[in-house]
């Protein structure tokens, strides 16, 4: 069983960077990603890494935001940098055994293995 945490949210002013991290057990053959949910928005999906290391984004994010994570450490972590306001939203860590493009990942409670409770960013402007 897969259990994931999600640490680091919080309050930040616009064009500064926050990291988080998930902790996670069991997880090391695992896609990781990192999904996110506006209020009164739909919940998207911003960043996957697979267990080769390789990475997905999504375009809004690009450039900005860098995954990664640490095995070792059961550790995978968000650096976000050049943060927006339009970037204020709960963020969540996720696992799946299935295919690892952001792009393609269905970012519902049931349709990935695991999820994480979630941790509140929020960007002032």
């Known amino acids: 069983q897969v259990q994931l945490a999600e640490s680091g949210g919080g309050l930040v002013q616009a064009g500064g960077s926050l990291r988080l991290s998930c902790t996670a057990s069991?997880?090391?053959?695992?896609?990781l990603a990192w999904f996110r949910q506006a209020p009164g928005n739909e919940r998207e999906g911003i960043a996957s890494i697979g267990s080769d290391g390789s990475t997905t984004y999504a375009d809004s994010v690009k450039g900005r935001f860098t995954i990664s994570r640490d095995d070792a450490k059961n550790g995978l972590y968000l650096q976000m940098n050049s943060l927006k306001p339009e970037d204020t939203a709960t963020y969540y860590c996720?696992?799946?055994?299935?295919?690892?493009?952001?792009?393609?990942?269905?970012?519902?409670?049931?349709?990935?293995?695991?999820w994480g409770q979630g941790t509140l960013v929020t960007v002032s402007s």
């Open positions: 996720a696992a799946d055994l299935s295919g690892c493009d952001i792009a393609t990942m269905i970012p519902l409670p049931g349709a990935l293995n695991a």
């Open positions: 069991g997880y090391s053959r695992y896609c």
